[in-house]
């Protein structure tokens, strides 16, 4: 650990003399904390990350619409459009290399639940399902049936390793949370946690911001930071020692997520492809989400705001969008593609500007708790990587059946747990009733086919099927073809082996 008079002399060479401003009011246990922290921090590459926050936050958008083209068909498979028997021979594949323990799920869980208002990890959020299941054990109960699934296939006995990477604020409560939940069943030496980087927040003048009078507001580095996380922390060696080949990684708060899809897997491999993005058509031209393009030939994902509205608007001779594939945060890479990217590019991710409201204390030690915005944080995406790839892939799903993330709080016009619930229960519904099921409302009248109801109403049932007991939709008929079921109806193991018995 460097001393006070080596981290005094190399702030001051930073710009940064203010950090230690209220060191002579701090306790000795305040400083040595203080001391470790900084220790710990990037001194020499600190002047420069806050001048180049300063320039990007300054930077305007780019104007990209005379640069950009849409992903050919070619490099697309799709859910609705691609043959039914690809999608056959792509899910036996996937189910292949998972039945062979060379796929790995990974699950970007640095945030936690502050616009929801909760403090915790978002992960450990309960939507208000009939089982109270939060998003943690219906993500691990979906790895833990797809495994099944596989094994059944093949007659072996495969793992999925779970790699989760959390930051300083989710770490140890996760931690917590599955251990007191006996990892939900799952074999707690193939969940890897590990933590990202966090950095430090900056002012509009390029100042580091102080939290406290001895602790410097940070933040995470993005799900970007994914790339130099797996190095720290020895992940990629760690999937090397499994046999892990593929790796899915896909962002904790997506309650529709299929962990592991094999379909997905599947193309992915049938196409050699080292990289591959799962996206949803687009609701309509202005929606808020990023689009998966090419930009002078290279793929990337173009934000909303660097579209030019009359470019957004374009459709094609169908009437559908030309810029349509929504990114979801839902990738595939191998593992060759992610060493490269350790070894090669992840020092070139671009940084993006968060402007945020960073509590501080101010040059008199009051504590303040800004109204506006204060801050820059900069971060970098996981999707960053694209461009690097030498054969990358889109593979177009459903939003009702794949895609309901989880951001505001109720009262929020969207993606509440409001409405990630209902868009559960909703799929839900359409599985019992595509099984042959006919549902009740609670006055005992037959809902129709079209009763599963649309993610932001209140769905006319309550019917909520555990992973455990079908991963995504199979093996539905034999339990509840041609029963009729009152609501609210829960499936759950128990009651899989009630109807089985009947």
Not at 104 to 109: S, T
Not at 405 to 432: E, F, I, V, Y
Not at 442 to 465: F, M, R, V, Y
Request: charged content about 25%; hydrophobic content about 35%.
């Amino acid at each position: 650990m460097l001393s006070f008079e080596q981290l005094k002399q190399r702030l001051e060479s930073a710009g940064q003399p203010h950090v230690l401003q209220f060191w002579s009011e701090l306790c000795e246990e305040d400083r040595d904390t203080f001391l470790q922290e900084l220790s710990q921090l990037d001194l020499k590459g600190l002047k420069d990350h806050c001048e180049g926050a300063v320039r990007a936050a300054d930077s305007p958008s780019a104007n990209l619409d005379q640069h950009i083209q849409p992903v050919p068909p070619e490099s697309i498979g799709s859910v609705r459009k691609s043959d039914k028997s690809c999608l056959a021979e792509w899910e036996n594949e996937g189910l292949l290399q998972i039945s062979q323990s060379r796929v790995g799920v990974l699950l970007l869980a640095g945030g936690q639940g502050t616009r929801l208002g909760v403090q915790y990890p978002k992960g450990m959020y309960n939507v208000g399902l009939p089982t109270g299941k939060t998003l943690y054990q219906i993500q691990a109960e979906r790895i833990y049936k797809i495994q099944e699934l596989s094994n059944r296939k093949h007659g072996c006995k495969c793992t999925i390793p779970w790699y989760i990477m959390t930051s300083e604020f989710t770490l140890a409560p996760t931690e917590k949370f599955f251990k007191e939940n006996n990892y939900f069943d799952l074999d707690p030496s193939n969940i890897v946690m590990f933590e990202q980087r966090m950095i430090p927040a900056v002012t509009f003048d390029g100042k580091v911001i102080l939290q406290g009078k001895g602790k410097i507001a940070m933040a995470p580095d993005g799900n970007g930071g994914l790339y130099q996380a797996l190095v720290d922390n020895n992940v990629l060696e760690d999937m090397k020692k499994r046999g892990v080949e593929y790796l899915h990684v896909y962002c904790v708060d997506n309650i529709l997520v299929k962990m592991a899809d094999p379909v997905f897997i599947g193309f992915c491999v049938n196409r050699g492809a080292d990289c591959g993005a799962k996206v949803v058509e687009k609701a309509y031209p202005a929606e808020p989400v990023g689009v998966v393009c090419k930009v002078q030939g290279v793929s990337q994902v173009v934000e909303y705001s660097e579209f030019q509205p009359q470019t957004a608007e374009l459709r094609g001779p169908g009437g559908e969008l030309v810029y349509s594939a929504g990114n979801i945060c839902n990738h595939l890479f191998t593992r060759a593609f992610l060493q490269d990217v350790a070894e090669k590019f992840k020092d070139q991710l671009k940084q993006h500007v968060a402007l945020k409201k960073v509590p501080f204390v101010d040059s008199c030690g009051n504590h303040v708790k800004p109204t506006k915005p204060n801050g820059i944080k900069m971060e970098k995406f996981v999707f960053d990587v694209f461009p690097f790839s030498r054969n990358f892939v889109v593979f177009e799903v459903v939003r009702e059946d794949e895609f309901s993330p989880l951001k505001n709080a109720d009262g929020a016009a969207t993606d509440t747990p409001t409405t990630a619930r209902n868009s559960l229960l909703a799929q839900h519904c359409r599985w019992a009733m595509a099984a042959g099921a006919t549902l009740l409302d609670e006055h005992g009248n037959t809902l129709p086919p079209a009763g599963s109801a649309s993610a932001g109403d209140s769905p006319p049932t309550q019917c909520e099927i555990s992973p455990l007991v079908s991963y995504f939709g199979e093996g539905l008929e034999k339990l509840l073809g041609g029963r009729t079921l009152p609501t609210p109806f829960i499936l759950d193991e128990k009651r899989a082996k009630e109807l089985q018995a009947q």
